[in-house]
């Protein structure tokens, strides 16, 4: 027993005698290794105060709250490009081609439902040339999404090229604007051939930026092309109404 209070009192002066006489040797470590646990435990705590709860509810859009009739209108639908061409690429989901028909195909749903006659001028994922998009009809929307090199541009736009398309593209864009989650660049006349070549309302709608992050990730959502479903059919009861 006295053999070991000796030994655990040499190791005492001998720590004292290191603290005191070596601080250039372990301060600068004890500084680093101090630093360290703070801002360790510290980014955890951020961490955890702004862990997500688990309690938010999904954006849907129900479409039992507003009923459309639309009874006795052919209503074209052509979503852009689609086999050989994918039109703009996607960083975080599906091609353009893509992602206008999956609007498409959810327009003209409830179109039926709302008594419209439809046109699709595809369903699927095949290639159709710009002139066999001249399609007879009383309403043509032709459905694009757009990019460019820049990632800057954001929003949507609705085109018409003849001046008897340009009561349909402004409703339209006015009916985007209730529910679209992205700026509204207004309306504007475009010599688009698939609205070029119709002499009856027709417009062309670019939804989004592919090129954009925000426009993009929300391009690829069901419950932001359920949106834009809303808007559609919005602005053709505000354009139908007038």
């Not at 001998?14 to 603290?19: G, K, N, T, Y």
């Not at 070596?22 to 435990?41: A, E, G």
């Not at 994922?125 to 541009?153: C, M, Q, W, Y």
């Amino acid at each position: 027993m006295n053999g070991l209070k000796a030994f655990l009192k040499k190791v005492g002066q001998f720590l004292i005698w290191f603290l005191k006489t070596k601080k250039h040797v372990y301060v600068k470590p004890l500084f680093i290794f101090v630093t360290s646990l703070i801002f360790i435990f510290s980014f955890i705590y951020i961490v955890k105060s702004y862990e997500p709860k688990n309690n938010y509810q999904n954006i849907t859009i129900d479409f039992t709250e507003k009923k459309y009739d639309f009874k006795g209108k052919t209503i074209v639908i052509d979503p852009g490009h689609g086999g050989t061409d994918p039109g703009a690429p996607s960083y975080y989901g599906e091609n353009e081609a893509t992602i206008v028909l999956s609007v498409a195909l959810k327009l003209e749903k409830v179109l039926k439902q709302s008594n419209a006659k439809v046109v699709m001028v595809r369903s699927s994922n095949k290639t159709v040339e710009l002139d066999d998009r001249e399609v007879d009809g009383d309403i043509f929307i032709s459905l694009h999404s757009d990019a460019f090199e820049s990632p800057e541009p954001t929003g949507f736009k609705t085109f018409y090229t003849h001046d008897n398309q340009k009561d349909l593209a402004t409703a339209m864009n006015e009916g985007l604007d209730r529910y679209a989650l992205l700026p509204n660049n207004g309306v504007e006349v475009m010599g688009y051939q698939v609205t070029e070549q119709l002499d009856y309302p027709a417009t062309l709608v670019e939804l989004g930026f592919l090129s954009n992050d925000v426009d993009d990730y929300l391009l690829n959502t069901d419950d932001y092309q359920n949106r834009l479903v809303k808007g559609l059919l919005d602005g053709l009861e505000i354009y139908l109404e007038e």
